[in-house]
Structures are given as structure tokens and as C-alpha cells.
């Protein structure tokens, strides 16, 4: 694990183009032979509601998901066209690619190229490995420049290393944050506000990963499956992810907490049924 915290995203907001996508609810029902007792109705309302949320690995959800993280780290909700995406953004972790800013200082880069390379040894980035490892930890482009930048790009058009991008942001990220909402008791909201923490802040036990972020909300407020209401815990994670975003100036600005996810989260939106409306730096988007 390499010794410096996990960053993702733009040094700069782009002008956003908002974008929309549609998701269609699907009712749930059953024919019945007799009139239900109020016992068999508290049954049946509970089943439905059960049926109707669903958790963030659904696809539907999952879509939703990996577009608010683009609206906050590009800008836009197209966040398939942030496979080729590269840049040093000047915040100590070397370069910043792909779709989950996998970066060259912190180790998961190289992780993703070693996957990459075992599904296709003879691929455009496998001999940047040795170079990858040497400059983990770092922000040094030592090995890589001048043609890592133009390489990686070429290689974001092959389908495999699409698909390795997106086996190491479920494996390192998403599924890890899943699970622990899941394991909290949490809805679809919730578990989205872990994954964009783990993202940007990282695995790990430090004050400001996400383990660390976790641990200060849990000295604050029991999460559901402890018996405690949800919304009053997943207030105390998101100021305790504010306070860490803060403590680091790339990542001044908490909009994606303030006017994204606690603004689900104040409309009790726990399963996050479109349609959404939200802000990222002061830009609008839309998801009906």
C-alpha cells in the first residue's frame, strides 16, 4: 500500500454539459384471493417496498453511481469517455488516468497495467512496468515520459483495457464499498457516499482514507445495522468526509458532499430513484 493517500479528479472543473438518463421503475404486485387482514397488509407493504429498493450493484444504481463520480471529477456525465484520460494534476500522486483516476504514485496505476498486461502480455503500456513501480509512492515521471501520456491513450481504445479499468475500480473500489454498506445497513445512497469517499480518499485505516473516515462517523453516530437511523449517521460520515477533504487543499471544495450527496440525502432519497437534480462546482445536472 503505498504511502500516499488516494486522489482522483481534475485540478479544475471543466463547463459542464448536462446530460440525461432514463431509468423506468417496475411496479410489483400479486393477484390475491382474499381481503388481506392489516397484518397481511404491514406484510405485503414491507415486501414491496423491500422489491423495490435495490442495492448500488444493481446496474441501474451502479450507472447512476459511475456518472455522479464523473460529474464531479469531469465534468460530465460521460464517464466512459474517460478511459483515455491522463494528466499530472499537480497534487503530488504523479499522473491522474483513466475512469477512476487511477494514479502512477499510489499503486493502483500499476496494478491496473500488471492486470492488464496478464489479460494481454503484448500490449502499448506493458513495458512502462518496470518504470511504474519504481516511481510508486512518488510523483516522479521518471521512466514514463515522454510517451507514457500518448501510449495510454492508445491503449484506452483497446476493448481489453477497458475492461481491465473497469475490473480494478470494482475490485479495489466499488465492490469493497458495496459490501460495507451493505454490512451498515445502508441503502443504495449510503453505500454511494462510501464508494465516492474510498475513491477519492482510498482504502486503508489512516485518519483521512475511508477507513479512517468510517471510524470517526461511527464514534459519532450507530449506523442501521447497529440499530441507529440513517440519516443521522450518514450525516456524521459526511462531515467527517468534509473535514477531510479539507484538510487538503485539492480537495477544498466539498460541493460534491454539499449540493450532490447530502441534498439526496436531506430529500430522503436513500435508494437514489431518479429522477436526480444536483449541483458539482456550481453546475447543474440531471438524471430522470
Known sequence: MSPLPRR????AAA??????????????????????????AL?????????????LDDPAKKEIAMKLVSSAENSSLDWRAQFSYIEDIGDGRGYTAG?????????????????????????VLAKYLPALREVDGSDSHDGLDPDFTKDWKKAAEDEAFQDAQEHERDRVYF????????????????QFIYYDAIVMHGPGDSEYSFGGIRKAA????????????ETTYLNAFLDARVEAMKSEEAHSDTSRVDTEQRKFLNEKNFD???????????????IN
Open 8 to 11: 482522483i479528479g481534475l485540478a
Open 272 to 286: 437514489l430513484t431518479p429522477p436526480l437534480r444536483w449541483q458539482v462546482y456550481g453546475d447543474p445536472y440531471e
Open 99 to 123: 475512469i477512476i483516476g487511477f494514479c502512477s504514485g499510489t499503486g493502483d496505476m500499476l496494478e491496473l497495467v500488471e492486470y492488464y498486461t496478464q489479460q494481454k502480455p503484448d500490449n
Open 15 to 40: 463547463l459542464a454539459v448536462p446530460a440525461a438518463l432514463v431509468f423506468t421503475g417496475v411496479g410489483v404486485g400479486q393477484a390475491s384471493d382474499h381481503l388481506p387482514s392489516s397484518s397481511d
Open 218 to 229: 461511527l464514534s459519532h453516530a450507530k449506523p442501521p445495522a447497529e440499530g441507529g437511523d
Open 43 to 55: 406484510h405485503t407493504h414491507s415486501a414491496h417496498k423491500a422489491a423495490a429498493a435495490s442495492d
Open 175 to 190: 465492490n469493497p464499498a458495496v459490501q460495507q454498506g451493505k454490512d451498515d445497513g445502508l441503502g443504495a445512497l449510503g
